[in-house]
């Protein structure tokens, strides 16, 4: 299975943007889908995290501002970037973790550059 991360870009502070990452084929018993980030001379952290039963979870960083989303019948999760931020500037990467966590996806990443 392969991660198809599209969305990232250029764009100026208070701007939006939505990331969309796609799987090449269905992914069964699926524990959460989520986004990381990584920014440049730091650690990657988490962003957002969605359930099998669509529980949700954010980092305080982007609480408010962003909403994580999923399409089960296109096996696509996406992020919905509002009121973006300098330091939201980061690769952007998203993450399928499977069978109790036996078996664990991730995209290629996609940038994210918030300046004006």
């Known amino acids: 299975v392969q991660l198809q991360a599209s969305g990232g870009g250029l764009v100026q502070p208070g701007g939006s943007l939505r990331l969309s990452c796609a799987a090449s084929?269905?992914?069964?018993?699926?524990?959460?889908m989520a986004w990381y980030r990584q920014a440049p001379g730091k650690q990657r952290e988490l962003v957002a995290r969605?359930?099998?039963?669509?529980?949700?979870n954010y980092a305080d960083s982007v609480k408010g501002r962003f909403t994580i989303s999923r399409d089960n019948a296109k096996n696509t999760v996406f992020l919905q970037m509002n009121s973006l931020k300098p330091e939201d500037t980061a690769v952007y990467y998203c993450?399928?973790?499977?069978?109790?966590?036996?078996?664990?996806?991730w995209g290629q990443g996609t940038l994210v550059t918030v300046s004006s």
């Open positions: 969605i359930t099998s039963d669509d529980s949700t």
């Open positions: 993450n399928v973790v499977a069978r109790l966590g036996t078996t664990n996806y």
């Open positions: 084929r269905s992914i069964f018993s699926i524990n959460y």
